[in-house]
């Protein structure tokens, strides 16, 4: 059965839920094997996790150069696994510097390239969401392998324990690869919430919302029910909220099972970053508003009436 490789994503010395993704729909294609890079020691951290999940082999790739430079040494790592492993597939997070990554190795090794992708099948056909969210379209390479990014919370993780064999990887990064160092992390988080493209759920708020401090509405809520909070771009504008937070086109592009929109009024450009959400709810005051067009579940009313009751009763559950 042919290999396919899966790039993995850790934070605090745990898998991300968009790994365990990539290796369910790995294990659909072929034989899932893991690329851990990192630091000395990282892969140990996560061997017992990927074998859990499914990963046939760990490819561990621990070195200082590939974690203290940009991009560019990870797409050497995985430029020279595709050359002596020959993989039928390479599966990455479509996240932003996952896209950086896959596109660095498209080129590099010749190979077509898929991004975006909200589902893969057994064949390797994807499905993506293109023109800005408007159009969905099935695409497969053709020639060479597929290199294919999956959009976080796409795919539904099934648990398949795998052999989880070790093998160590000795890459030497030019010197090229050298040129973008690191110097400082910062990391953007919105405190104990979930991190936003990979959160299973999440609570925007747009203009409706009115305020900076009113947000603390969207917030409540948000912490009721465990989700992230996002905004439109009208309120990160309005200095409602930080921009990092943006969701839509120009913002960020998130898929959770659960999206709730408060104050939004559902333009194309936010739609564009959340319009493959599992399941929409709408708030807003506007019965004609476009927003709920594409929601599952809408109510016409006051956000300041309706959020805090919500919040309310979750709380008492
Ligand atoms: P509005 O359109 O002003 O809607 C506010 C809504 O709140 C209304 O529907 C109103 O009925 C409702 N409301 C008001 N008060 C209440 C209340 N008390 N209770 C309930 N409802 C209430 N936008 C994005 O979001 N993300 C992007 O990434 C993005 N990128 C863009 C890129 C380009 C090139 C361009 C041109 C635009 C982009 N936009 C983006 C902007 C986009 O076109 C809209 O202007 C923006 O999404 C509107 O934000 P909003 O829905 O919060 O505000």
């Given at each position: 059965m042919s290999e396919v490789l899966v790039l993995v994503e850790a934070a605090d010395g745990a898998l991300k839920k968009a790994t365990l993704e990539l290796l369910t729909a790995a294990r659909g294609l072929g034989e899932p094997s893991a690329v851990v890079i990192g630091a000395a020691g990282t892969t140990d951290a996560l061997a017992a996790a990927l074998t859990e999940n499914g990963a046939e082999k760990i490819y561990a790739v621990e070195s200082d150069d590939v974690v203290n430079y940009s991009v560019a040494p990870k797409v050497e790592a995985l430029a020279q696994l595709v050359s002596e492993k020959s993989p039928a597939a390479v599966l990455i997070g479509s996240t932003t510097e996952g896209k950086e990554i896959a596109g660095r190795l498209a080129v590099k090794t010749g190979n077509g390239l898929l991004t975006d992708a909200v589902d893969l099948d057994g064949e390797g056909v994807a499905t993506q969401s293109i023109f800005a969210g408007g159009v969905s379209v099935k695409s497969k390479v053709?020639?060479?392998?597929s290199i294919v990014t999956l959009r976080p919370n796409s795919i539904t993780v099934s648990t398949q324990a795998g052999a989880g064999a070790r093998e160590d990887i000795a890459v030497t990064v030019s010197d090229n690869a050298k040129k973008a160092q690191i110097v400082d992390r910062v990391t953007e988080s919105g405190?104990?919430?979930?991190e936003l493209t990979e959160a299973g759920k999440i609570v925007s708020g747009g203009r409706?919302?009115?305020?900076a401090d009113n947000f603390a509405v969207i917030e409540a809520f948000a912490d009721s029910i465990g989700a992230a909070v996002g905004a439109s771009r009208a309120a990160v504008d309005s200095g409602f909220?930080?921009?990092?937070?943006q969701v839509g086109q120009t913002g960020k592009t998130v898929s959770p099972q659960l999206y709730v929109a408060a104050g939004?009024?559902?333009a194309i450009q936010h739609r564009a970053g959340m319009?493959?959400?599992?399941t929409i709810v709408a708030i807003n005051?506007?019965?004609?508003?476009?927003?709920f067009e594409l929601s599952d579940f809408g109510v016409v009313g006051d956000l300041f009436n309706v959020v805090p009751q919500a919040t309310e009763e979750v709380k008492k559950h």
């Open positions: 053709k020639t060479g392998l405190g104990s919430r979930p409706g919302v009115g305020s909220y930080p921009h990092q937070f939004i009024s559902g319009q493959t959400s599992k005051k506007d019965a004609e508003a476009p927003i």
